[in-house]
């Protein structure tokens, strides 16, 4: 019986960081480039063929909190790091959310330097600033679609992980 117990205590906690590594993941998406004027949506993303054999830019490890209220990421000092060994062009850099090793939605990390609109999800990335928010539509009266930031397992994966903040 202590054996089956010990047993089933190592399984979990084993897991746990396997767990943790796949709960929340924001991917790179460095082929996409944007669709041009005439499309329905410059800036739309197909998610579904993302690579998950690589690693994600940023899993739940380096974020401390999710503030639903204003889809603003709080990162840890690693979670600062990696944001700021990124070059993003003018025209952004895609990116694919992750819960759960599924897609939740794409969006683009933009430069504050960039003269480019955004007709979908962008993250403005600071220098020095440690959080990521992320905004739909720049200006928001260019926004096209439906916003999926507030997206219920999104919500769920940083309730899971106690790193959900403004409900």
Same mark, same amino acid.
């Given at each position: ?46 998610? *579904?063929?993302?690579? #998950?054999?690589? $690693?994600?830019? /940023? ?7 999710? %503030?639903?209220?204003? +889809? ?55 220098? *020095?600033?440690?959080? #990521?928010?992320? $905004?739909?539509? /720049? ?7 439906? %916003?999926?930031?507030? +997206? ?16």
């Amino acid at each position: 019986m202590r054996f089956h117990i010990l047993s089933v205590l190592t399984l979990i906690f084993w897991n746990l960081p396997i767990q943790a590594q796949t709960a929340f993941g924001l991917y790179l998406l460095p082929e996409a480039r944007p669709h041009g004027e005439q499309a329905p949506c410059t800036y739309c993303l197909d998610i *579904g063929q993302t690579d #998950l054999s690589q $690693s994600p830019l /940023l899993s739940i490890q380096d974020i401390e909190y999710y %503030d639903w209220g204003v +889809h603003t990421l709080k990162l840890t000092e690693q979670g600062v790091a990696k944001l700021s060994q990124l070059t993003i062009p003018d025209e952004g850099l895609a990116f694919a959310i992750y819960v759960e090793g599924e897609p939740v939605y794409g969006g683009w990390l933009w430069s504050p330097t960039s003269s480019h609109g955004c007709d979908r999800v962008y993250a403005m990335r600071w220098a *020095g600033r440690p959080v #990521l928010q992320f $905004s739909f539509g /720049l200006p928001a009266n260019y926004a096209k679609g439906e %916003d999926p930031r507030s +997206h219920p397992s999104i919500q769920a994966v940083f309730e899971r992980f106690d790193k959900l903040k403004g409900m």
